[in-house]
């Protein structure tokens, strides 16, 4: 699948972003391994720290259909600014992505970065 097909996929979902207390939505969507595409928004909470990001949603949601292995992910944010992956979401992304797996980000000018999550996230975190 194209980068920019996914990011479109992306950008679709993001109509459906929960962001009442930002206003900054985000969709996400994750190519798996198994070809499939799952898509994920920012769910926010009065609670701020009960927030989910929309690659993190996207990800247990191909986790939960039982897809482990993720090739890409598009992330499309509501700003100027390109929404790279914050910390946490990087380290999930690493969980069940590699060096290579591609990470698509986008801003709402249409403007993308293509990097790899190895850029993104160097030496992550590892048991062994
Ligand atoms: N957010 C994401 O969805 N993904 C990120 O990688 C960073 C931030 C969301 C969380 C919150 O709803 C809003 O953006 C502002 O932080």
């Given at each position: 699948m194209e980068d920019t097909e996914l990011l479109q996929m992306a950008i679709e979902a993001k109509k459906n972003a929960y962001a009442p207390y930002s206003h900054y939505q985000v969709g996400a969507a994750v190519l798996t391994g198994g070809k499939h595409v799952y898509t994920g928004v920012n769910v926010e909470n009065v609670?701020?720290?009960?927030t989910n990001c929309a690659e993190r949603t996207a990800v247990f949601k191909a986790v939960s259909e039982g897809?482990?292995?993720?090739i890409a992910v598009a992330v499309a944010g509501s700003g100027d600014t390109i929404p790279y992956p914050c910390g946490i979401c990087r380290q999930v992304l690493a969980e069940f992505g590699d060096q290579g797996t591609r990470v698509i980000c986008s801003n709402s000018n249409g403007s993308y970065e293509v990097h790899t999550l190895g850029e993104l996230l160097p030496h992550a975190f590892k048991l062994r």
């Open positions: 609670s701020f720290g009960a897809e482990k292995k993720i």
